[in-house]
């Protein structure tokens, strides 16, 4: 079993009573409808990130970019020409 120790309970409160200060402080003046479309949207940033999958988000992403380019982008015909 793994316990935490008498100092390490008291960090756990002081961290604790930081992480819901900092966090009242960046939900300060949004409503609960903002609240839930923030959410909304960073699920939707997170799952096109890659989120839930095996490998980290940034696995790929450079080979991912590399493909991803087209000729409909004027300063990459420029680089390449």
């Not at 609240?35 to 095996?54: C, I, M, Q």
């Amino acid at each position: 079993m793994v316990a935490l120790t008498e100092a390490g309970e008291a960090a756990f409160a002081r961290l604790r009573d930081i992480a819901f200060a900092f966090d009242a402080k960046l939900r300060a003046g949004l409503a609960d409808p903002d609240l839930a479309t923030l959410s909304t949207l960073l699920s939707h940033l997170a799952a096109n990130a890659g989120a839930g999958e095996a490998d980290p988000p940034w696995v790929g992403l450079a080979d991912r970019a590399r493909s991803d380019r087209s000729d409909s982008h004027p300063h990459d015909q420029a680089a390449t020409a």
